[in-house]
């Protein structure tokens, strides 16, 4: 049978297990998994706030993982095709909260939603964070 890829697309700040179940899980329905890392540019003008990690470092983040094979920079949500056909990707998977986003890459290859782990994510864990650790100010 030819070699299955496997590609999807990721910020990764403050990695946790929500990450880490998608990528895995991502990584079953093929044989390789490639990973464009949303660079901090990206991130910034889509959500408004710079990720804490530097690009540089999540992609170290997310090349340590046993079920990753490669990781890359993605500097443009505009340039996803064009990451699909570079890299020869068989199947795009992302999670369910961009249901719908990138049906328009059918065309060119298999695309996959799958479920979100509930409960997590990286905007809560940084609530969390600043609320157990409040900042000096408001202490006075
Ligand atoms: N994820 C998940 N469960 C969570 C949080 C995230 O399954 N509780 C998944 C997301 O659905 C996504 C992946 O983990 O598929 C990475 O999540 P983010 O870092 O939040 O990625 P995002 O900023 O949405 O970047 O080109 C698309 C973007 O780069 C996606």
Same mark, same amino acid.
């Given at each position: 049978m030819?070699?299955?890829?496997?590609?999807?697309?990721?910020?990764y700040d403050l990695l946790h297990i929500g990450h880490v179940r998608l990528l895995q899980r991502a990584a079953k329905l093929g *044989?390789?998994?490639? %990973?464009?890392? @949303?660079?901090?540019?990206?991130n910034l003008s889509k959500k408004g706030r710079a990720p804490v990690y530097t690009t540089q470092d999540r992609m170290d983040i997310i090349s340590a993982?046993?079920?990753? *094979?490669?990781?890359? %920079?993605?500097? @443009?949500?505009?340039?996803?095709?064009d990451y699909?056909?570079?890299?020869?990707?068989?199947v795009l998977v992302?999670?369910?909260?961009?249901?719908?986003?990138?049906?328009?890459?059918? *065309?060119?290859?298999? %695309?996959?939603?799958?479920?979100?782990t509930q409960g997590i994510s990286t905007t809560e864990l940084i609530e969390e964070i600043a609320d157990i650790n409040p900042t000096p100010e408001s202490h006075t």
């Open positions: 030819p070699m299955k890829t496997i590609i999807t697309f990721g910020t *044989d390789k998994l490639i %990973v464009g890392v @949303s660079c901090s540019d990206l993982l046993a079920c990753v *094979d490669e990781v890359f %920079v993605e500097k @443009s949500l505009e340039l996803k095709g699909i056909k570079q890299f020869g990707a068989d992302m999670g369910d909260d961009w249901e719908g986003r990138f049906d328009q890459f059918k *065309d060119i290859c298999e %695309v996959v939603y799958l479920p979100r």
